[in-house]
């Protein structure tokens, strides 16, 4: 079904809200109507109550959320819709009120113009829902200054997320109405980290703080303006050294950045160096440098509280001790407390092992000591660390405890010290920090499993962790440090169910004053092997002592980040953002599903649109989809089309009509030396439409072809050598390769008796598939009733295909290598094979036509000048390039052109390209069989791959790519963050623009 492009799971591009904002008065409302389907189900009937202007049906689809069907102007009454598809799945009606300015009758018009959207408060009633959950908790002195702030992949300031989407990259939302969040910016930067800050402020421009990696040892800062014309990157600036971990105090930004030294002296090894660095931010101004500290050793790990900030790194060659340097934030600067680092007994693992309070530095390691096998052992530490910053930092007090478990979630709440470790069940240590030269155990509890995090409310811990397998919540009563216990353990799923909470806390929201926790939990289901994604609603009552399970909230892919906004949870996945209400915790409501990034596994030019399509999987993982974008804004959708089960192995966009080839059957399975494939064939779809009033897409004719089994399409082209018949190639799944070492070389080319032999230290199939592949005709002339012709075989079983194929004037060429004669079927002996061609004639109708196999000598890797009458075949080999020449049925060898062995190399027409050290080396084919060289073509880098493209050459060496003119020899290079790039999936755009599609990060647009 295709999607109207005012869906609501679309994201909307800021141009179109803008433009909506214009037409429609600030002051129109929306609101939910009441809709009842007809007992056949076939028609909706919906109450308009006065003053509604339009009336939206709309339905929810799992791929795109909620998605506009109809609209109607309407008055008060009853209105009826027809429902297409049968009226299955859910439908919602929403009303739009007119403008409040216009005449509403009994009141003046200025009575209409206030807010008109209203949210449920906090229940006054004595046995509310909310009532009695917060008992005991303290919260930070109003008096106290802020701690430092850390980055996450996401902030919410009043209704707008601020979202780093590792695959996209900034995304800002607006979830002021949660049941039609829009995007309202964006800025591409898909791969490059995930620490965002958003820097004080207010009103319609705000300022994000991004830091990034860069492939040059060394950290970005990006500050990133965010307005009504979208999102920018106003200032850069690059610190020397890895980013290890930050902090921010108001507009005081404190990175850790670690980099490695060269020996000072011949022999010497290398040593690292920590940075601690502090910076100035104001708005899009550029940053600031202020005072910065240098401490030895790496791996940096930031501890902060109010007006003091530790760093913890693990020092040069001692990998089982820490060093820890503590500053006063009381102003700027970076003063230290500790007149020099503090070694700890073991290594702190992470931010909540440090504390720093009246005086004194506590710190919690673990030290692993050997006599016959390692033992770990749990050490607190305290030391004198004054705040003026004395010259010595005596250690106080030390206590060791838990011998031979492994130390895990620590917390630290005032005078006192909650420990975890684990070894068979989980003991949680309450320490008194009381007497800082005498730190005792004042209680311990046991309890199976253990705990990687937890989170004090009042005189409780919240912990999250694992227990037989599965995530665990638990809910511990600390009121009387002598005896901590128990109160609820909640696991939250059966075993394989996992949660990032579980490993990163940011993930875990826990809100006191709601009495609510958030997890995003996976779960999974052993019977059918599936996993559900979803945020549990987690209710706690710290007066009670109670814990329960609630409703959860569905993700159909893994929910990273959760945030009540009063009677909301809004939740983030890398691909979609979720809104519920939770106003019944046991049955909460989807409100609504933004996409926020897609895989992009084709792209397609259409002029002023570009088609972006997610192939989909033969594991019900992910959805054929195409989505429609402009040209120039590729994460603006417009329209979401469903293109059925299965994988898309093929599309092409012709004379405005859109071709897709579809592949629909269960998958096959590999086993080494054999294929495993299903009982049932596989069914290739092929999907005509006509794409010629773009974004709308109408699908206008079908043709199913049953495959065979152990067959798919792998090249993902469609061939074209007639006008209305285009064809695909049919061959056997991915194999098993081995290499081989001993196997001997040839140089003829003539026939079957002077085989070439296959190159030493090749690498081959360790089996030949026992099917031959196959060749499909179809035929579009009349695209609503496409048709095809019964599959040709290409060859016999033990007939390659190598992945050369090309076609035109009538012929398709296909490069193959055979492991058995086609004469008589057997194998050839010593592991030999033969390289060649199949050449097939596809006339106006009628099934491939196959002409007798064509010899090489080596493997071909390009076939071009394809015409009616012949063609030049490109062959490597161990002696190099060899070009043969076929009338369409012999191949005469022309030229042999020496050339390392294993450089990437591509050819069109008469010109050979051969990846170079830094560059590309070219080759033209002249009239007397000889290769005149050319200009060797810059590229900055050796090439992994090359493509002929038009009248391009592209070279990549995996995320480097370069474009070159084939005779200018001048290019242009790009470096991306993602990895890998496909060359075969390059695609050009009318205008010369390159367009590359990045799979789970989406698409590029060149600019050449």
Same mark, same amino acid.
């Given at each position: ?16 809200l ?11 409302? #929306?609101k ?5 389907l ?17 009336v ?21 009454g ?60 303290? @919260? ?14 996401? =902030?919410?300031?009043g ?14 939302v ?56 979208? *999102? ?32 000072e002296? =011949? ?5 690292t160096? +920590?940075?601690?660095? /502090? ?18 050793? @790496?791996?940096?790990?930031?501890? *902060? ?8 790194v ?48 506590? %710190? ?9 096998? &390692?033992?770990?052992?749990? $050490? ?7 705040? %003026?910053?004395? *010259? ?34 989980? !003991? ?60 609820k ?11 990032? *909470?579980? &490993?990163d ?11 609510l926790?958030? $997890? ?47 009677n ?10 979720? +809104? ?17 990034? &897609? ?8 002029g ?19 989505r429609?974008? !402009? ?22 966009l ?5 071709? $897709? ?52 399409v ?8 007639q006008?209305? #018949? ?41 089996w ?8 499909v005709?179809?035929?579009? @002339?009349?695209?609503?009733? !496409? ?11 033990? %007939? ?5 194929? /090309? ?10 290598? @055979? ?40 493997p071909?890797f ?23 020449a076929?009338?369409g ?10 050339? /390392? ?8 027409? #008469? ?13 033209r ?17 050796? !090439? ?35 990895? &890998?790039?496909?060359?075969r ?24």
């Amino acid at each position: 079904m295709s999607a109207n492009p005012a869906r609501r799971a679309v994201l909307i591009p800021l141009a179109a809200l803008m433009s909506f904002l214009l037409v429609v008065p600030a002051t129109a409302a #929306r609101k939910l109507l009441k809709l009842e389907l007809s007992d056949s189900g076939r028609t909706a009937k919906v109450e308009v109550p006065r003053g509604v202007e339009t009336v939206t049906l709309q339905q929810f689809q799992k791929t795109g959320g909620w998605t506009r069907v109809a609209e109607k102007t309407a008055e008060a009454g009853v209105i009826r819709f027809r429902l297409p598809g049968g009226g299955e799945g859910k439908w919602r009606a929403i009303g739009r009120f007119a403008s409040a300015s216009g005449d509403r009758g009994k009141f003046p018009a200025a009575f209409y113009q206030g807010d008109h959207r209203f949210s449920a408060g906090r229940s006054t009633w004595a046995g509310g829902p909310w009532a009695g959950r917060i008992a005991g908790f303290e @919260s930070e002195s109003p008096d106290s200054p802020a701690p430092p702030e850390e980055a996450d992949i996401w =902030k919410i300031d009043g209704g707008t997320v601020y979202f780093f989407n590792q695959l996209r990259g900034l995304q800002v939302v607006d979830v002021r109405d949660p049941a039609d969040p829009r995007l309202v910016a964006s800025l591409r930067m898909p791969a490059m980290g995930e620490d965002l800050f958003l820097l004080p402020g207010s009103g319609a421009t705000r300022h994000v703080v991004l830091l990034t990696r860069t492939s040059k040892d060394s950290t970005m800062i990006s500050i990133v303006r965010v307005d009504s014309s979208g *999102a920018a990157v106003v200032r850069r600036e690059r610190v020397k050294g890895s980013l290890g971990d930050s902090r921010m105090v108001g507009n005081r930004l404190i990175l850790a950045t670690s980099e490695w030294r060269e020996p000072e002296e =011949k022999n010497g090894g290398w040593t690292t160096l +920590t940075r601690v660095s /502090e910076w100035f931010l104001n708005g899009g101004a550029a940053p600031v440098a202020g005072a910065h500290r240098e401490i030895e050793g @790496s791996e940096a790990t930031i501890s *902060a509280g109010s007006g003091w900030l530790a760093v913890s790194v693990v020092p040069d060659g001692r990998w089982n001790r820490s060093e820890v340097s503590v500053f006063s934030l009381d102003s700027p600067g970076l003063r230290n407390l500790t007149a020099a680092p503090v070694r700890t007994a073991g290594s702190i693992q992470d931010t909540f092992k440090i504390q720093w309070r009246d005086d004194v530095l506590t %710190t919690i390691s673990e030290r692993s000591t050997r006599t016959n096998r &390692w033992r770990p052992e749990t $050490v607190l530490e305290t030391f004198h660390v004054p705040a %003026t910053g004395a *010259a010595a930092n005596p250690r106080l007090g030390k206590l060791s405890l838990a011998k031979g478990e492994s130390l895990y979630a620590t917390r630290f709440a005032g005078h006192l010290a909650y420990i975890v470790t684990f070894l068979q069940t989980d !003991p949680l240590w309450v320490v008194d920090l009381s007497d800082p030269s005498k730190p005792a155990v004042a209680g311990h509890i046991e309890v199976p499993g253990w705990s990687t995090h937890l989170e004090p409310v009042g005189d409780s811990l919240f912990s999250i962790g694992w227990d037989n397998g599965t995530v665990v919540a638990s809910l511990f009563d600390v009121s009387d440090p002598a005896a901590p216990a128990l109160r609820k353990r909640l696991k939250l799923g059966p075993s394989g169910t996992f949660s990032e *909470a579980a &490993w990163d806390r940011k993930a875990l929201r826990v809100l006191p004053d709601d009495g609510l926790a958030l $997890v995003p939990v996976g779960v999974f289901d052993a019977k059918n092997g599936t996993t559900r994604s979803e945020v549990r609603l987690l209710d706690f009552n710290t007066a009670a002592g109670t814990l329960a399970m609630r409703g959860a909230i569905d993700h159909d892919f893994d929910p990273r980040r959760a945030e009540l906004l009063k009677n909301s949870v809004v939740s983030v996945s890398q691909r979609v953002m979720v +809104t519920a209400d939770v106003g019944d915790l046991d049955r909460p409501e989807i409100l609504s599903e933004v996409s926020l990034a &897609w895989p992009v596994d084709r792209v397609l030019d259409a002029g002023p649109w570009m088609l972006q399509i997610e192939a989909g999987t033969a594991w019900s993982v992910g959805r054929a989809t195409l989505r429609v974008s !402009p040209a120039e804004a590729t994460e603006e959708i417009h329209a979401e089309h469903d293109l059925g089960s299965g994988q898309v192995k093929a599309a092409d966009l012709r004379d405005g009509m859109l071709y $897709v080839l579809r592949e629909a059957g269960p998958p096959t399975l590999l086993a080494k030396r054999s294929v495993v494939t299903g009982r049932t064939k596989n069914r290739l779809v092929l999907d005509v439409y006509d794409a010629s009033a773009l974004p709308a897409l109408e699908r206008v004719g079908r043709r199913v072809v049953h495959g065979v089994p152990g067959l798919t399409v792998n090249n993902g082209r469609l061939l074209w050598p007639q006008a209305n #018949r285009p064809v695909a190639l049919l061959e056997a799944e991915p194999r098993v390769w081995v290499l081989y070492e001993s196997m001997r070389s040839a140089e003829p080319v003539a026939s079957v008796a002077d085989l070439g032999r296959v190159a030493r230290r090749s690498i081959v199939p360790d089996w030949a598939p026992r099917r031959a592949a196959r060749l499909v005709a179809f035929d579009v @002339s009349d695209p609503r009733n !496409p048709t095809a012709d019964e599959p040709a075989r290409v060859g016999i079983g033990g %007939t390659v295909p190598n992945g050369t194929i /090309e076609a035109a004037d009538g012929l398709v060429v296909i490069g193959t290598e @055979s492991y058995r004669r086609e004469t008589n079927g057997k194998s050839y002996p010593d592991g030999r094979s033969m390289q060649g061609v199949h050449v097939f004639e596809i006339g106006a109708s009628g099934a491939p036509a196959p002409r007798p196999m064509i010899d090489l000598p080596d493997p071909a890797f390009a076939i071009t000048e394809l015409e009616e009458d012949g063609f030049l075949v490109f062959t490597a080999g161990a002696k190099g390039v060899k070009v043969c020449a076929s009338d369409g049925y012999d191949a005469f060898k022309v030229a042999l052109l020496e050339v /390392e062995e294993g450089r990437a190399m591509a050819a069109s027409e #008469r010109r050979l390209f051969v990846a170079a050290k830094d560059g590309i080396e070219q080759f033209r084919l002249e009239d007397d069989g000889s290769f005149t060289p050319g200009e060797t073509i810059a590229s900055g880098f050796r !090439p992994w791959s090359l493509r002929c493209v038009g009248r391009l050459v592209l070279a990549s060496n995996g995320n480097k790519l370069f474009a070159a003119g084939r005779k200018k020899g001048e290019g242009t290079k790009w470096k991306f963050p993602t990895w &890998w790039l496909d060359l075969r999936s390059v695609e050009t755009a009318a205008d010369g623009d390159l367009l590359v599609p990045f799979g789970e990060y989406g698409v590029e647009r060149l600019d050449r």
